[in-house]
């Protein structure tokens, strides 16, 4: 079958290789250049299948009514107006709130970590079959606390990752400045920590355009820097889509058996202009990029700081720093007031947890920062969709919110599986109808 993907970050690429996998003709439309030029581009660079809890829990509400006025808050709602292009937003924030619960929070818990170790797995695949190098750290992730009363909650987490076949371990100041020496700088202040060692980190960049060379050395079409213009749909199948090359400005229209949409936040309003509407609303994310001055001092294992709820990885000789969402439209400038403020905190508490070891100054300083924002594709319950939809012809994959990394590949796996008629071999709820498993007469597994 001929298929057509629509992006081409990690969801797409992975998608792409997978179709390749299973005999497809595949083309790929992306309005960048290259891979993995938006929200693929400089994320946390975490695989954390341990580290994946929903932002809806029962506290959220409280913590976001107390972070509106803080420019460097973790997870800041920006809202818009209600009677223009943010009843989306609106929209979204109710759902959230239905799932700011115990019992919502355990099910999307549940799902999340299916789907995390399905894709660790394929992730594992792609690299022993490829060869891929992306500057990958097989150490685990540490999340280390500096306040008692939070360290308090860390063993409830633990225990709800634990009953999901998750080895997330509670560990004491002591042993968690031997898994990571690097934390000594500041060890009079870390009260405790949790550490799974199955976890990893790498560059998601890398990875993405590395596995796009693979696909076109396998015979995929990649249309750099075209616009998706429309789903052209009718009698309720799409039948082709347009695009525009924006050097030229010329449009055409490309036909396929099946068409997937893997664009982020994008989707969405591609997605709604057929009348399938899924609640995927952006969230802006920030990352820093830093040159490490001391290697001998600098982390191998990736981290997560509970204070202000941001991650660090060691890519190379770099160390990035992310985290912090704003849900607050499709707004991508660096350079406002509000922006600023949440890149100079990334770079401060780099300096505060690793003092010395990276240069975290700033260009008016003399210093030459890597600062970045891209939007997460979030849903309300942080899980994507990823499956058919009810148009024919046309399937989604998208809204993977801050763990497009960590589900990645096996996002991409499924989709490629779901196209071919089989269900995957993972306790996930797709999206749309799914083929079912049922035993054949010869005794085998097959899709009904």
């Known amino acids: 079958m001929k298929i057509i993907v629509l992006g081409a970050g990690i969801i797409g690429a992975t998608t792409a290789w997978h179709l390749l996998e299973s005999g497809h003709e595949v083309i790929v439309v992306d309005r960048q250049a290259d891979a993995a030029l938006e929200t693929s581009f400089a994320n946390a660079a975490q695989i954390s299948v341990s580290y994946c809890e929903p932002w809806a829990n029962r506290e959220a509400p409280w913590k976001a009514l107390k972070w509106m006025f803080s420019k460097e808050a973790p997870l800041l709602f920006r809202p818009q107006n209600p009677f223009g292009k943010g009843f989306a937003q609106y929209s979204w924030g109710l759902e959230f709130l239905a799932n700011c619960n115990d019992a919502a929070f355990e099910r999307n818990v549940q799902q999340l970590v299916a789907l995390g170790s399905y894709s660790h797995?394929?992730?594992?695949?792609?690299?022993?079959?490829?060869?891929?190098?992306?500057?990958?750290?097989?150490?685990?992730?540490?999340?280390?606390?500096?306040?008692?009363?939070?360290?308090?909650?860390?063993?409830?987490?633990?225990?709800?990752?634990?009953?999901?076949?998750?080895?997330?371990?509670?560990?004491?100041?002591?042993?968690?400045?031997?898994?990571?020496?690097?934390l000594r700088q500041i060890g009079d202040k870390i009260v405790g920590g949790t550490y799974t060692a199955s976890d990893e980190s790498g560059d998601a960049r890398v990875f993405t355009q590395e596995?796009?060379?693979?696909?076109?050395?396998?015979?995929?079409?990649?249309?750099?820097?075209?616009?998706?213009?429309?789903?052209?749909?009718?009698?309720?199948?799409?039948?082709?889509?347009?695009?525009?090359?924006?050097?030229?400005?010329?449009?055409r229209t490309l036909n396929a058996d099946h068409y997937v949409v893997a664009m982020g936040s994008y989707s969405a309003p591609l997605l709604n202009s057929v009348g399938v509407r899924l609640p995927i609303y952006p969230g802006k994310g920030y990352s820093a990029t830093f040159k490490i001055l001391r290697p001998e001092l600098a982390p191998m294992v990736s981290m997560l700081d509970d204070s202000v709820k941001c991650a660090m990885s060691r890519l190379g000789d770099t160390l990035r720093i992310a985290g912090t969402i704003e849900v607050g439209g499709y707004d991508l400038s660096l350079d406002t007031p509000l922006a600023r403020a949440r890149c100079h905190m990334l770079a401060r508490r780099v300096e505060e947890v690793l003092p010395g070891v990276c240069d975290t100054r700033l260009p008016e300083q003399g210093?030459?920062?890597?600062?970045?924002?891209?939007?997460?594709?979030?849903?309300?319950?942080?899980?994507?969709?990823?499956?058919?939809?009810?148009?024919?012809?046309?399937?989604?994959?998208?809204?993977?919110?801050?763990?497009?990394?960590?589900?990645?590949?096996?996002?991409?796996?499924?989709?490629?599986?779901?196209?071919?008629?089989?269900?995957?071999?993972?306790?996930?709820?797709?999206?749309?109808?799914?083929?079912?498993?049922?035993?054949?007469?010869?005794?085998?597994?097959?899709?009904?």
């Open 211 to 251: 596995l796009v060379k693979r696909c076109q050395a396998r015979g995929a079409q990649f249309l750099w820097k075209h616009d998706v213009v429309q789903l052209l749909e009718q009698g309720g199948t799409v039948q082709s889509v347009q695009v525009r090359d924006r050097d030229t400005g010329l449009s």
């Open 121 to 182: 797995a394929a992730l594992k695949d792609i690299v022993a079959a490829t060869g891929i190098e992306y500057n990958r750290l097989e150490k685990g992730i540490a999340h280390y606390y500096v306040d008692e009363k939070s360290f308090a909650s860390a063993a409830s987490a633990a225990a709800l990752m634990g009953k999901y076949g998750v080895n997330r371990r509670v560990v004491s100041r002591e042993e968690l400045l031997n898994i990571e020496p690097a």
């Open 367 to 448: 210093g030459d920062p890597q600062f970045w924002t891209g939007l997460r594709p979030a849903t309300p319950t942080n899980i994507p969709y990823i499956g058919k939809t009810k148009v024919g012809k046309l399937w989604v994959n998208a809204g993977h919110g801050t763990l497009g990394w960590t589900h990645g590949a096996g996002s991409g796996k499924a989709m490629a599986e779901l196209i071919c008629g089989h269900r995957p071999d993972m306790a996930f709820n797709f999206y749309g109808p799914v083929p079912q498993k049922v035993w054949s007469p010869a005794g085998k597994l097959k899709a009904a």
